[in-house]
């Protein structure tokens, strides 16, 4: 369960800053600048799953040792 929780963090902030992204884009709120440091944070937030994933299970099994 734990996995499917984290699994399930990870999609929402990503979905978060997509729409976000969206939003502000569409209002004209974004630049060329603000734009790529979007893109950015929308591409780090795709490897946090796997980070959360990682150190979430590491951690539950040293607590369970």
Not at 43 to 49: A, E, G, I, P, V
Request: glycine content about 8%.
């Amino acid at each position: 369960w734990l996995s499917l929780r984290l699994q399930l963090l990870g999609s929402l902030i990503a979905f978060s800053i997509a729409i976000f992204a969206v939003l502000l884009s569409y209002y004209g709120y974004v630049g060329e600048n603000s734009a790529a440091y979007m893109a950015v944070s929308l591409s780090y937030s795709f490897s946090l799953t796997s980070r959360l994933k990682q150190r979430g299970l590491a951690g539950r099994h040293y607590i369970s040792s």
